[in-house]
């Protein structure tokens, strides 16, 4: 199972991202997804998770309200809208796939972690 996020950058402080994470493999339509991110001299940090069907998702208090995730089980893709972004949104940001079907916030139940995309917001 392979993981590949992409559309990070650089962006203005309050302007909008779209990343993506497409699966590979077998595992992704009966398993949740998460977004989660690690700054610079940070932990990695939850930040967003759904279930399988999406039709339940969690975020972390940080990104409520200017983030959604979203997945296309027909594409083996999940998303992550960003907008209203901040200089404190500035990380890594790391999708994985978990081992349960629905969404969760904490890394231990993520079985599948992909390589990372940079997000900078300048201020």
């Known amino acids: 199972v392979q993981l590949q996020a992409s559309g990070g950058g650089l962006v203005q402080t309050g302007g909008s991202l779209r990343l993506s994470c497409l699966a590979s493999?077998?595992?992704?339509?009966?398993?949740?997804m998460g977004w989660f991110r690690q700054a610079p001299g940070k932990e990695r940090e939850f930040v967003a998770a759904?279930?399988?069907?999406?039709?339940?998702?969690l975020y972390s208090d940080s990104v409520k309200g200017r983030f959604t995730i979203s997945r296309d089980n027909a594409k083996n893709t999940v998303y992550l809208q960003m907008n209203s972004l901040k200089p404190e949104d500035t990380a890594v940001y790391y999708c994985?796939?978990?081992?349960?079907?629905?969404?969760?916030?904490?890394?231990?139940?993520?079985?599948?972690w992909g390589q990372g995309t940079l997000v900078t917001v300048s201020s």
């Open positions: 759904i279930n399988w069907r999406g039709g339940s998702s």
């Open positions: 493999g077998r595992i992704f339509s009966n398993n949740g």
């Open positions: 994985a796939a978990s081992r349960l079907s629905y969404g969760s916030k904490t890394q231990g139940d993520f079985r599948f």
